[in-house]
């Protein structure tokens, strides 16, 4: 059994000893991740906790193995990441997503000032926690796995030889964690109290917005009573009714239903299917007649509806109006669901992979229309390997990129972390452009990003390790943890109060905005299990976009301010 035990021992640096280090850390950590304390859990973190307790009693990794693990792991984290958000990025700065951000931004800026000034009162350069030991802290404290990344990477950037100081952020980090995740509960409640909210209200409120809302389409049926607009064609009707709409079918008053061309005319007495803004339909009252209660057969008859998935890359970043579908096909499209969101079928709108195209004809058009377009389940399932390598090689080349600012003896770089993370996000929104498939799905990304963060926590873990109780557990390891409760209280206290008290913002909404903005998947499942609704969800992914990217970028400046 002797090369069992020597596999097993402390110090073996092995290639076979460092798998199995690794493994043993990653599966333990995520089964005590799962395990709930007053219905809290801290997921995936817990791999750091394990990593600790075994670097403490001295299993260890080769440096140069450490060092390529972490950093390659937290490049596939950063990446799937930006992958994921980078489709909403742009748009979260539209209409409610810019009060939203503004707000998350706020709370960012609050963090880092509470961070300097504790950092000022305890003394500065003479006090007993470091610089970089409080950038550790405050990304514990905001529950910021890659902004703790970034900040290491930019140390070691910055001075080759900062390895030990790197090791320290990583404690201060894993002290301030778990109440970190705490204190953003602790808030939420603290918040309702104060305010006196009443969830069931809360719910009504945003169930009666989903109702009422002008974003999605909208299908209502009217009844042509207009003789100013009796025999006009579709194409014409167009030059007249300038919002963007689509008539999905006509049934006229002998029972016949078509679907319109741009030749096809309406006539009184038709019955016209259209697919619309909420907003827009008293503009087609006036224009077409009234609105009529009729439930149209979607599979059914010689007209059918059904959706698509558009699978083929020659599609990518095509726009539907050059799909010519009512010359051939005699096809309408009458919406385009992306990622859950159903978007009105404009002829500029460009098709992405994963799109489900609604469309409504003869079974046989449609039938050709889907062996056109790809319709394959299975195509969307292969791995996109090609795109994801070609953004973090690019990701790499931006992130190595020196970029010189006025004051600044060191010219600034994204980092491994920056570079992948602002190239996933422009990839992602706008690589269809180019015709390249940016198209992931849920369960491939989230294997990606999983991976990718338990490598690195995994490896920040061993390495700080060694001489984390020594350093953690004692007065500075207790100021630690108070300094980061402070740091994660005190913004969102302030943040909630602005959105509740002067915007009047829905609590699920607040409680999803405080979630996104600590990028806080804990805090996230107990503000749906508040809600029981997509409320709190919604208003996480308008503001996690872009304050993971600024936490990002926040934590690096920090560091180039401070350790140039």
């Not at 808030?187 to 999605?216: G, P």
Request: aromatic content about 8%; charged content about 15%; proline content about 4%.
């Amino acid at each position: 059994m002797d090369w069992f035990i020597d596999l097993l021992k402390p110090g073996n640096v092995s290639l076979a000893s460092t798998i199995l280090l690794y493994s043993f850390v990653i599966f333990t950590g995520i089964f005590l991740g799962k395990v709930k304390i007053l219905g809290v859990s801290l997921g995936v973190t817990f791999v750091l906790f394990v990593g600790i307790l075994l670097g403490h009693f001295g299993y260890g990794v080769e440096a140069n193995t450490l060092h390529f693990l972490r950093e390659f792991g937290l490049i596939l984290f950063i990446f799937s990441i930006g992958m994921q958000v980078g489709p909403g990025f742009f748009s979260s700065f539209k209409e409610g997503g810019i009060k939203m951000n503004m707000l998350a931004m706020i709370g960012i800026g609050l963090n880092v000032v509470i961070m300097l000034a504790i950092y000022f009162m305890q003394g500065g350069n003479q006090g007993l926690t470091s610089i970089v030991e409080m950038i550790g802290v405050m990304s514990g404290a905001v529950t910021n796995t890659p902004g703790l990344g970034a900040a290491q990477q930019t140390i070691l950037q910055v001075h080759s030889d900062a390895y030990g100081a790197s090791q320290q952020m990583s404690m201060g980090y894993a002290a301030a964690y778990p109440l970190g995740v705490v204190g953003i509960i602790l808030t939420m409640i603290i918040i309702r109290k104060v305010f006196k909210v009443d969830i069931k209200k809360e719910i009504d409120e945003i169930e009666n917005e989903k109702t009422d809302s002008t974003l999605a389409p909208h299908m209502v049926t009217f009844r042509v009573t207009n003789e100013l607009v009796a025999g006009l064609n579709m194409q014409k009707l167009h030059t007249l009714i300038s919002c963007d709409y689509v008539f999905s079918r006509i049934e006229k008053p002998d029972g016949t239903v078509i679907v319109p061309t741009s030749q096809t005319t309406i006539e009184i007495g038709d019955l016209v299917l259209a697919v619309c803004s909420i907003q827009d339909e008293e503009v087609f009252k006036r224009f077409i007649g009234p609105v009529v209660e009729k439930n149209w057969p979607m599979d059914k008859g010689p007209v059918v509806s059904r959706r698509i998935l558009v699978t083929k890359t020659e599609y990518n970043g095509m726009k539907l109006g050059s799909l010519r579908l009512h010359a051939a096909y005699q096809l309408n499209v009458t919406r385009v669901n992306r990622a859950g969101v159903d978007l009105l079928a404009s002829p500029n709108l460009r098709l992405q992979m994963g799109d489900r195209v609604t469309v409504v004809g003869k079974i046989e058009d449609i039938d050709r229309l889907a062996a056109r377009l790809g319709n394959s389940m299975k195509r969307l399932n292969e791995p996109n390997l090609v795109t994801m390598f070609i953004g973090i090689f690019l990701g790499i080349i931006l992130g190595s990129l020196p970029i010189q600012f006025p004051g600044m003896s060191v010219p600034m770089k994204l980092g491994l972390a920056g570079g992948p993370l602002v190239v996933a996000i422009l990839i992602s929104a706008y690589g269809h452009k180019i015709h390249l498939v940016t198209y992931t799905n849920s369960s491939a990304n989230l294997l990606l990003r999983e991976i990718g963060i338990c490598l690195f926590l995994a490896s920040v873990g061993i390495g700080a390790g060694k001489d984390f109780a020594e350093t953690v557990f004692n007065l500075k390891g207790a100021l630690w943890v108070g300094y980061g409760f402070a740091i994660t209280v005190i913004p969102l206290i302030v943040v909630g109060c602005i959105a509740r008290g002067k915007y009047k913002m829905n609590y699920l909404s607040i409680i999803g905005m405080m979630s996104g903005g600590y990028t806080d998947p804990p805090a996230l499942a107990y503000g749906n299990k508040v809600a029981n609704n997509d409320a709190p969800a919604v208003a996480y992914s308008t503001v996690y976009p872009l304050t993971m990217f600024m936490r990002v970028i926040v934590a690096q400046i920090i560091v180039l301010c401070f350790l140039e």
